[in-house]
């Protein structure tokens, strides 16, 4: 077995992962998600693919193909979620929106991928839940987690990343959907190169939207940075989350606007888009 493939079956053990749970793919037409996707199928896991079809032109568009080529390759159930019919706008529509609110009422500047991200989540978490499934598994890998935590800890809030691991932990709520990330401990490069070796369908162009993020800067930092110091990072994150989480356990409250889990009154996605 290949290396990364072993990798991959030893963390969805570690996290007891049961072949018969009901998993849903969040799949963006990107390598990671398809890499997880393709694997979990291969091990015999009950999985169904959903996707946020984020109306971004030409790149969602392709995005969009390659991920109906996936699942129709691994014979799975695609759900396809068309934010334009969802929420009545795309999302660079949106986007520019709030972040034209922001600047009107002289509130710091929000930054792009902050904001899809933080949409994109709420969306996966509220039509994942309505389709009964067990897990939602996400596609994030060793470098991104590893950008988070330095991310965290160099905004001075480590304690955001308590949560987090191969499988999200503290947080159990019937209306939050555990979400797992079986490529955790694999490094980004070992799955491009996976990805073409099995000559998956992928979209291998980077989102025409994310030129400014705080992780961008991060990632550049990171770049050059063995794999082997990147594990280093999650290893010290693993070591002392069970220190941080102490000051983050906080139940999940209801958002009084959307009905969504919410740390505080009213959900990130809420305080975004206006309601309040
Ligand atoms: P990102 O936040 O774009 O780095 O994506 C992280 C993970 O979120 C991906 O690996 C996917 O599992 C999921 N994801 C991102 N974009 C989408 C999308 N448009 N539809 C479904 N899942 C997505
Ligand atoms: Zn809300």
Known sequence: ???????FKQTLSRIKINTKSKIIVALSGGKDSCVVAY??????????????????????????KKVQELCCDLDIKL????????????????????QDKHKAEKRSEIKNCAICGVIKKWILNKAVRGLKADYIATGHNLDDEAQTFLIN?????????????AITKNLSDKKF??????????????IKNYSKKKKLPVNYEKCPCALDSYRIQVRKFLEKTPTKQKENIIKNLERVS??????????????????EPS??????????????
Do not use: Q, W
Request: overall charge positive; some cysteine.
């Open 263 to 276: 740390r505080g009154n009213v959900c990130r996605k809420c305080v975004l888009m206006g309601k309040v």
């Open 242 to 259: 069970n220190k941080i989480k102490k000051i983050n356990i906080s139940s999940l409250k209801y958002c009084d606007k959307c009905g």
């Open 39 to 64: 694997l979990l199928k291969k091990f015999g896991y009950n999985i169904e693919g959903f996707h946020i079809d984020l109306k971004i032109g030409k790149y969602s568009e392709e995005c969009l």
């Open 177 to 190: 959907i555990p979400r797992i990330k079986p490529l955790f401990y694999i490094a980004e490069k070992d």
């Open 1 to 7: 077995m290949d290396k990364l493939e072993r990798k």
């Open 79 to 98: 759900y396809v979620y068309d934010i334009k019919k969802e929420m009545g706008s795309g999302m660079c529509y949106l986007r520019t929106a709030i």
């Open 153 to 165: 800890i160099l905004k001075g809030s480590p304690e955001l990343s308590a949560n987090s691991g």
